[in-house]
């Protein structure tokens, strides 16, 4: 019986195994057809695209871009992310808004051209009522509660100085395990906060710095000036008040503060303020202002914003002033009294800080304490 069935099922398993081969050269043919179809239209793909680079290309511009994002793009530093307008593809950046994309060996590099970054809190009544004559913008990391809080208690306290309007803002991106919540709880109680949709981290810092120089265009034109100041900073606001009063003190294409005058660009790779040739090509910096505290006549954010558009950026955010005033064919200007902005002091001096308009400082407690001394009553010196 079983040798029956056997013999029964043979035929049928032969037939099955003559369609098979029946069957393959077809399927065979068939996918050759789908393989090369699919290769001509990755071909015509690669070709028409915009960045015109060929396979080959791509593919040895991997290590550049390897290297490239550990020292710009650090996917692997928490809350750090592209900008959601840019599509990375392999090792390229393409930007969705102007400008168009800056190249260096096929690699489009970060653009510090503000528009392409939108607010996402805002303060656009600051100038509306009435025009200041001097906006006072502070960059500073989201978290840094204690350093805004430390300038509303001292430099930032008073709205009216020496008689003229003075209005302070802090600008702040995007950063990981920051509670957006209480940044809007903090806004509504100060109305002092603007963030923009960048990433903050220090080597966006030209990105900060012309989102700052955007805003000032584009919600505070009417302010006579303005200036860039850090968190860290002590401001005798009276002082730089007086400053800008003087006769003779430029309206306009006016920046000033601590003057660098050819300043080496560092090469080493394990500093801070490291910059490739490739970003930047040339051995020195163009005279700029020093980004501790830079003060400019309010015409000018306009005109940094659109030739920004032509500058290839790069991380150093006071050197990139500088190259927007060169590119502008102008000048930084020396203040009248250039001891006036002073970076370190190893110890405080009343008298010192009451005819100085800057120093940084070790911490916020400092800024508290100095200006608590310095306001009592009594002569300073």
């Not at 028409?48 to 710009?72: C, H, I, M, P, V």
């Not at 800056?102 to 009544?125: C, S, W």
Request: hydrophobic share 35%.
């Amino acid at each position: 019986m079983e040798e029956t069935v056997s013999g029964g099922n043979a035929p049928k398993r032969q037939l099955v195994e003559i369609q098979r081969c029946q069957k393959k050269p077809a399927f065979h043919f068939w996918f050759k057809l789908l393989l090369l179809l699919s290769l001509i239209f990755l071909v015509l793909g690669l070709a028409l695209s915009d960045n015109a680079l060929s396979w080959w290309e791509r593919f040895k511009l991997q290590g550049d871009y390897r290297w490239f994002s550990n020292t710009t793009y650090r996917a692997d530093i928490p809350g750090y992310r592209a900008h959601p307008k840019h599509t990375v593809v392999q090792n390229e950046i393409h930007e969705t808004t102007e400008p168009p994309p800056v190249r260096l060996k096929g690699i489009q590099y970060h653009q510090a051209y503000p528009r392409n970054y939108q607010f996402i809190m805002d303060n656009t009544e600051v100038c509306k009522k009435e025009t200041p004559f001097l906006v006072l913008m502070v960059p500073v990391a989201p978290n840094n509660v204690a350093a805004r809080d430390a300038i509303r208690q001292t430099w930032a306290k008073n709205s009216t100085v020496q008689g003229e309007l003075v209005r302070t803002l802090f600008v702040l991106g995007l950063s990981g395990g920051v509670d957006a919540d209480k940044l809007k709880q903090e806004n509504s109680l100060h109305h002092d906060l603007i963030q923009s949709d960048f990433s903050d981290t220090y080597l966006n810092l030209t990105i900060k710095t012309m989102v700052i120089m955007d805003w000032l265009t584009t919600r505070c034109p009417t302010a006579a000036y303005a200036m860039k100041i850090d968190s860290d900073m002590f401001l005798n606001i009276d002082n730089l008040v007086i400053m800008l009063k003087k006769p003779g003190i430029p309206k306009l294409n006016y920046l000033t503060g601590m003057l660098m005058w050819d300043r080496p660009v560092i090469r080493s790779k394990d500093s801070k303020w490291y910059v490739p040739e490739e970003m930047f090509p040339d051995p020195n910096y163009p005279t700029y202002t020093l980004g501790m505290g830079y003060v400019f006549s309010n015409d000018l954010p306009t005109k940094f914003v659109n030739v920004s558009k032509s500058i290839k950026p790069f991380n150093i955010e006071d050197a990139y002033i500088g190259m927007c005033m060169k590119k502008l064919g102008l000048s930084p200007t020396s203040p009248p009294d250039p001891s006036q902005f002073k970076a370190y002091n190893t110890n405080y001096n009343r008298c010192e800080y009451s005819k100085i308009i800057t120093y940084i400082l070790a911490s916020s407690q400092e800024l508290v304490n100095y200006w608590t001394d310095l306001k009592k009553p009594g002569k300073a010196c």
